[in-house]
């Protein structure tokens, strides 16, 4: 895919840290796709997400909005992007129609209907503040704010993060429904099981290192889980990517062709099970 023809391309993104290093990421995102980024906390997650939308001034690298250069384009870009994070905060005492009104002088291409729409769509009441909002709907709200601008790229900062299973499940289809839409969404978050409803991509960075860029069920399919009562043999040592200790035993990721040539009785793993077998073995 051409970096034109992408709704954000990065190359070589770099930033650095006394004591963290985000080193040389690159990755395009797929139009019409939700795209998850996973990693655990202090992988480099935010670090990246806030170089690319420049919150953070990057040590090296390009990063392109449908080719567009962030440095030199920005104001054009942020009129077609949406930003929506967990940590996000409002004047907890305004209500939300005087919040909306500020927000509103930023977009020339307001649409009043689809705000109107958003409201309606996700239960929400002007009148009400911040602070009278649960954190599933301060992120519906900051939703209803990016599609009210008509954002066609929505970048999630750990959206589903606190919440609690209903409310979650309820953001997940959501942003089923808006990738149906045609909206291509940029998901961050450890809560992987969301993912696994909704991702069609998968970007997982360990200690600020892009180490997967693919189609979640190909990531998935690459690999097999040995759970063992006893003791792991001497066989699944020699081919673990990772251990892990469970209530009846332990248990061992495995590449999927590996398992395969050594006829071992394995299933395939869930994603968040692939990332802490892996994170597991980063830490040996």
């Known amino acids: 895919m051409a970096a034109n023809d992408s709704p954000l391309d990065v190359q070589g993104l770099t930033k650095n840290y006394p004591s963290f290093t985000l080193q040389s990421v690159s990755f395009s995102l797929r139009?019409?796709?939700?795209?998850?980024?996973?990693?655990?906390?202090?992988?480099?997650?935010?670090?990246?997400?806030?170089?690319?939308l420049g919150y953070v001034k990057k040590d090296a690298g390009e990063v392109r909005f449908w080719g567009l250069d962030m440095e030199r384009d920005a104001d054009r870009i942020k009129q077609r992007i949406g930003f929506v994070s967990a940590g996000m905060t409002y004047y907890t005492r305004k209500p939300l129609k005087a919040i909306t009104a500020v927000t509103?002088?930023?977009?020339?291409?307001?649409?009043?209907?689809?705000?109107?729409?958003?409201?309606?769509?996700?239960?929400?009441?002007?009148?009400?503040?911040?602070?009278?909002?649960?954190?599933?709907?301060?992120?519906?709200?900051a939703l209803a704010l990016a599609l009210s601008h008509r954002a066609e790229l929505?970048?999630?900062?750990?959206?589903?993060?606190?919440?609690?299973?209903?409310?979650?499940?309820?953001?997940?289809?959501?942003?089923?429904?808006?990738?149906d839409e045609g909206k291509t969404i940029l998901f961050s978050t450890h809560i992987t099981s969301d993912l696994e409803k909704c991702a069609d991509q998968i970007l997982f960075i360990q200690k600020g290192r892009l180490t997967a860029d693919m189609p979640i069920?190909?990531?998935?399919?690459a690999y097999?889980?040995?759970?063992?009562?006893?003791?792991?043999?001497?066989?699944?040592?020699?081919?673990?990517?990772?251990?892990?200790?469970?209530?009846?035993?332990?248990?061992?990721?495995?590449?999927?062709?590996?398992?395969?040539?050594?006829?071992?009785?394995?299933?395939?793993?869930?994603?968040?099970?692939?990332?802490?077998?892996?994170?597991?073995?980063?830490?040996?």
């Open 154 to 179: 929505l970048i999630l900062d750990e959206p589903t993060s606190g919440l609690d299973p209903v409310s979650r499940e309820e953001l997940v289809e959501i942003f089923l429904k808006l990738r």
């Open 31 to 52: 139009p019409g796709a939700i795209t998850g980024f996973i990693g655990r906390n202090g992988a480099g997650k935010t670090t990246t997400l806030n170089s690319i």
């Open 224 to 284: 097999r889980l040995l759970e063992c009562e006893g003791d792991v043999p001497a066989q699944a040592q020699a081919l673990s990517l990772g251990e892990r200790r469970t209530r009846k035993g332990r248990t061992v990721l495995i590449r999927r062709q590996d398992a395969q040539a050594a006829a071992l009785p394995v299933r395939r793993p869930e994603l968040e099970e692939i990332m802490v077998h892996l994170e597991k073995e980063e830490e040996r």
């Open 104 to 141: 509103r002088s930023f977009y020339p291409a307001w649409d009043g209907a689809a705000y109107q729409n958003a409201l309606k769509r996700f239960g929400l009441e002007e009148s009400k503040t911040p602070a009278a909002l649960s954190n599933g709907m301060k992120i519906k709200y």
């Open 217 to 221: 069920d190909e990531f998935t399919d």
